[in-house]
């Protein structure tokens, strides 16, 4: 399991306010006393507006940058100070088209992300053989990367992310940029990974369908801090609102907004009456949009 606790993040920024004048130091923090778990065969989403710390609490999970202050542990192993030997139990897969060699085949790519983690000889041509399966693109394993579609790049970046097998994954917006039917299928493999593979799987995405499909807990952070978490049914109860129809009740992104909300200061009592107030405007207009 991975636990994080009171993790926080303050970067450094210095600033030339004039051409002869010295730089100023200014503290930006990023993350505050974010506390977190992470257990294998669990997908766990970070949902938040851009700018809410999403990227840099994966960031410290993966051991790519280290807290200002908190605790962080893999599998009972302080991932601060070993964070050599955590790396070869996590990895990262983005959404985009970053962190491939586009002039390189699939099999090249794999081959050589595989030896920057000690792989090589036929137990790495065997994993690459499987993965490629994994991900569909056994029939164009030889064709350069750059004329991939965008969605058979963002099957080889999960390629890429499995070549070490590690234990936990962490997705910053997997589909970003898919059409629906490759989007679909990446959030089927997700699940697979996870429910079949026992994969721990730590998911940040802006699409709040996609977390109500996949994730089995939640967090929300504003700010840099968790503001709420719990999973989808609890997160439900944290207010009651009338369903918009009979039996309906309000899904995930509703209860996401409502949240963002209140910690804004209103409430969506308040929102329903600007919007009856408004001509021309019904309440269901008003209701909707998404981070």
Known sequence: MIQAEHLSKTYVLRERNGLFRRKSRREVPAVKDISLTLPPGKIVGVLGVNGAGKTTTIRMLASLISPTSGSLTIDGMDAVKHHLQVKQQV???????????WRLTARENLRYFGNLYGLSGRALEDRIHRLLALVGLTEVQDTPVERYSKGMKQRLQIARGLINDPRYLFLDEPTLG???LIAKDIRALILR??????KGIRLTTHYIQEAEELCDFLYVLEKGTVIAQGTKEQLRSL???PPKLVMQEPDLEEILMEILRQRAGGTAETDRAAGSAAPGVSPEEKTGGGL
């Open 91 to 101: 990895n990262v897969i983005s959404g985009g088209e970053r962190n491939l060699y």
């Open 178 to 180: 898919l059409d629906i």
């Open 193 to 198: 990974l996870a429910r079949e593979r026992n």
């Open 239 to 241: 207010f009651q609102r």
